[in-house]
């Protein structure tokens, strides 16, 4: 059994009262954290993470098919590309306050930048994952209507939806005469749940990183960073 929680603060941020804490509380739990805490019974979230992917894949994606039904698949990928990748899971993460809320080990506590926004953005997953086993699909969809699908126009008014790589490569070739290049410096998780970290080059220079759950949507989480990063 999971042990006993207070998660009422998070419960309302959310939107959503639980009828099994312990989800709620698997949710919130890093791997990391059992390392560092053997008394800890329950698990850690990836299993959940797992599922919440497989819950906020489907919703955005019927949300989109719905919204425009006259845009070819292409178009809805690159949408739902800029709602669901890590950046934006992070980030409604962050908007709820789940940070204050995770079980993680002390190390894993200190971590700031990239790998903060990783974790968030895994935990925000599992939190869908655990609505979806707690309640069911309906309460888990408009969960995600909420926090992530509401940001849609927000999203596309930015030009998020727009392939990074291709905006990289035109501005870096006309600002400074060169063609990024892209190398994998990590991959890591099991096979249903890889991760990899991409880092664009202008020559011998690092850009940014960025990371996904394929190389090529780190790339252009890479790129995009990158346009952030310079200003472009």
């Given at each position: 059994?999971?042990?006993?929680?207070?998660?009422?603060?998070?419960?309302?941020?959310?939107?959503?009262?639980?009828?099994?804490?312990?989800?709620?509380?698997?949710?919130?739990?890093?791997?990391?954290?059992?390392?560092?805490?053997?008394?800890?019974?329950?698990?850690?979230?990836?299993?959940?993470?797992?599922?919440?992917?497989?819950?906020?894949?489907?919703?955005?994606?019927?949300?989109?098919?719905?919204?425009?039904?006259?845009?070819?698949?292409?178009?809805?990928?690159?949408?739902?590309?800029?709602?669901?990748?890590?950046?934006?899971?992070?980030?409604?993460?962050?908007?709820?306050?789940?940070?204050?809320?995770?079980?993680?080990?002390?190390?894993?506590?200190?971590?700031?930048?990239?790998?903060?926004?990783?974790?968030?953005?895994?935990?925000?997953?599992?939190?869908?994952?655990?609505?979806?086993?707690?309640?069911?699909?309906?309460?888990?969809?408009?969960?995600?209507?909420?926090?992530?699908?509401?940001?849609?126009?927000?999203?596309?008014?930015?030009?998020?939806?727009?392939?990074?790589?291709?905006?990289?490569?035109?501005?870096?070739?006309?600002?400074?005469?060169?063609?990024?290049?892209?190398?994998?410096?990590?991959?890591?998780?099991?096979?249903?749940?890889?991760?990899?970290?991409?880092?664009?080059?202008?020559?011998?220079?690092e850009a940014?990183r960025g990371?996904?759950?394929s190389k090529?949507?780190?790339?252009?989480?890479?790129?995009?960073?990158?346009?952030?990063?310079?200003?472009?």
């Open positions: 059994m999971d042990e006993i929680s207070d998660f009422t603060a998070l419960e309302r941020e959310i939107g959503v009262e639980f009828a099994k804490k312990e989800l709620l509380g698997e949710a919130l739990t890093h791997r990391s954290y059992l390392n560092e805490h053997r008394e800890y019974k329950g698990n850690h979230n990836e299993r959940l993470e797992f599922l919440g992917d497989a819950v906020l894949e489907l919703a955005s994606t019927r949300f989109l098919f719905d919204t425009f039904p006259a845009k070819p698949e292409g178009e809805l990928t690159a949408y739902r590309a800029a709602l669901v990748n890590t950046n934006s899971l992070a980030e409604s993460a962050q908007a709820l306050n789940v940070g204050e809320h995770l079980r993680l080990s002390k190390g894993e506590q200190k971590d700031t930048g990239r790998a903060r926004g990783i974790i968030l953005a895994d935990a925000f997953e599992a939190i869908i994952g655990a609505i979806y086993l707690d309640q069911g699909y309906d309460a888990a969809a408009a969960f995600i209507a909420r926090t992530i699908l509401a940001k849609l126009d927000s999203l596309l008014a930015k030009g998020a939806h727009q392939d990074a790589k291709s905006r990289y490569q035109e501005v870096a070739q006309e600002r400074r005469g060169v063609t990024p290049s892209y190398k994998v410096l990590a991959e890591e998780g099991p096979d249903h749940a890889k991760r990899f970290t991409v880092g664009v080059f202008l020559g011998e220079r940014a990371d996904g759950p090529q949507e780190a790339e252009q989480a890479a790129a995009q960073a990158a346009l952030a990063a310079s200003g472009w």
